[in-house]
């Protein structure tokens, strides 16, 4: 069946430096959508990507969806603490009727 | 609040009760879903309502029973369980399901924590 695949599993930086977490799908995706989870919290949307190719910014977010569209990265510039939290990346499933979801990178930022 | 209410919000449950879980949205969706999270697979499809329908059971095991009598409402029978059913059960809805591919976006409720003891 189609998988979702999520790498790191999880990453510790400093505030203020980089972050990357790449989503990697075994089929191609019609589209992916990224949901965020803070410690304790639920997974709360942050975004969907649909055409190949394609970069959307959310202030110091960077989402691409590959040319292929089977693989996706989420960067966020310049850490902060607030962005403490697992960050999944979801693709359909092979009925096309739920989201399945990567395993998630857990980011934690030091000040 | 996100528009999807879930309860109870904890749950301690022996193997051999019968309990429930709800979940209400007041968004105006039609598709439901239940996501298992636990540390093993995190975020674990198990179940799809769309227009009441069920679409989707992800191999789920028969001691959880689910039933969707509205779109607005959905509930997660839970019977003779085991301790490693002990999870974060989530619930979630969007507009609709298609299979045209294109997916909606879920609105997830704040979870039950449930233990098998």
């Known amino acids: 069946g189609q998988q979702v695949m999520q790498i790191p599993q999880y990453q510790h930086v400093q505030e203020g430096e980089d972050f990357t977490t790449y989503c990697n799908s075994s089929t191609t995706l019609s589209n992916i959508q990224w949901y965020k989870q803070r410690p304790g919290g639920h997974p709360v949307f942050l975004i969907q990507l649909v055409k190949s190719g394609e970069v959307k910014k959310q202030k110091r977010l960077t989402f691409q969806f590959g040319e292929a569209k089977k693989n996706s990265s989420l960067h966020i510039t310049a850490t902060q603490t607030t962005d403490v939290g697992t960050y999944f990346c979801?693709?359909?499933?092979?009925?096309?009727?739920?989201?399945?979801f990567g395993k998630g990178t857990s980011l934690l930022v030091t000040p | 609040e996100t528009g999807v209410t879930q309860t109870p919000r904890h749950l301690v449950m022996g193997m051999t009760n019968k309990k429930s879980l709800k979940c209400e949205q007041h968004?105006?969706?039609?598709?439901m879903y239940w996501y298992k999270q636990s540390a093993k697979k995190p975020l674990e499809l198990m179940f799809v309502?769309?227009?009441?329908?069920?679409?989707e059971n992800n191999s789920v095991p028969s001691r959880f029973s689910p039933e969707c009598p509205n779109s607005s409402h959905l509930f997660l029978h839970l019977h003779t369980l085991q301790p490693e059913d002990s999870a974060l059960y989530l619930c979630?809805?969007?507009?609709?399901?298609?299979?045209?591919?294109?997916?909606?976006?879920?609105?997830f409720g704040a979870g039950s924590r449930l233990t098998v003891l």
């Open positions: 979630a809805s969007s507009q609709r399901v298609t299979g045209t591919g294109v997916s909606n976006v879920l609105t």
């Open positions: 979801a693709g359909l499933s092979n009925s096309g009727y739920a989201l399945n």
């Open positions: 968004l105006g969706h039609n598709a």
């Open positions: 309502y769309n227009f009441k329908e069920q679409t």
